[in-house]
């Protein structure tokens, strides 16, 4: 019978532009690259912790020292180990997620096939990732969108003043679909409506967490008015959030380090489909090895939004690939990534 070995060690990623955003700005992103060893064969995991989420280096190892998977026989008990790792402690999603990927990387590797394949998935229906362009200089935005010419959607970090200024310097230089990232930073529903009309004329295909997560009525109110669908981020981390959005949003933005990692992440896209609610699957800056993990269920959603180990520099995985803005997974076990 064969024994659980968990190993951990922080990293920090180095972005490729200094990232704002709504609400701060940052040019580094501390994660926790995880292996999870079971006779022999390796799984690889990662967390990523965005500072405003909550979850640092300290927490995620603080948790990880606490994870025991001495009373687990077989990473095919994957339902247990991951109802176990969920109890340890309340939150710490990412640092869950680290475990969850890292385990279904090695249950693909145990069973020889990648993960979507195990799920029966089919890659051609992946759609195509869009890129994101943080909030910026105009001169440096075209610069940043005439370097994103391969990609078949924009998404744009929006929520400040200058909302009208980045989309006209971004309309100046590209006919590209657009969505909008506005990140909470919209405050007035009328005003939020006047936007989306804007936005739609602009061919703005859909709007991300228009309105602060604790104005649900307002949200509803939009997403009942307006023109281009809207889709929870910071309003949705996890499976118990997605009934309670239906109506109040037109979908939501899954990542695996706000709702524990792949195997939530897919309950998650498959009842929202239930609910007749749209689906996108977002990411943090991270390495290919949580992004190879979420574009393995990519199949199941209406938007990609996977760019996470495109922003940074020092990736030390291959994984996912994007080429002509499209995501292609590698044919290889579990998630599918080689250390570089
Ligand atoms: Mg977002």
Known sequence: MGQFTLRFRPYTLEMRHVFTV?????????VILTELEYDGIVGYGEASMPPYLGESQESVSKFLNQINLSHFQSPFETAEILAYVDQVAEKNTAAKAAVDIA?????????NQPFYKIWGLNPDLIPPTSYTIGIDTEEMIRKKVAEADQFKILKVKLGL?????????IRSV?????????????????????????????????????????????NAWLTEH???????????Q??????????????INIKLMKCTG????????????SLDMKVMLGCMTETSCAISAAA???????????????????????????EEGNCILPDRPGIGILKK
């Open 296 to 322: 393995q269920l990519a199949p199941l959603v209406d938007w990609a939004d996977l760019d996470g180990a495109l922003l940074i520099g020092n990736d030390i995985y291959d994984g996912m690939r994007v």
């Open 174 to 218: 590209t006919d590209v679909p657009l969505c909008a990232d506005v990140n909470q930073g919209w405050k007035n529903k009328e005003e939020a409506l006047e936007m989306a009309h804007w936005l739609h004329e602009r061919n703005v295909v859909f709007l991300e967490q228009p309105m602060p997560k604790e104005m649900i009525d307002e």
């Open 161 to 169: 003043d200058t909302d009208k200024t980045i989309i006209d310097t």
């Open 226 to 236: 307006s023109p281009i669908p809207t889709i929870a981020d910071e309003g949705c």
């Open 238 to 251: 996890r499976l118990a959030d997605v009934p309670k959005l239906q109506g109040v949003y037109t979908g």
């Open 262 to 273: 792949m195997r939530e992440a897919k309950q998650m896209a498959e009842l929202a489909r």
């Open 103 to 111: 385990l279904h990387d090695l249950l693909g590797k145990i069973m």
């Open 22 to 30: 709504a609400s701060f700005s940052r040019t580094t992103t501390p």
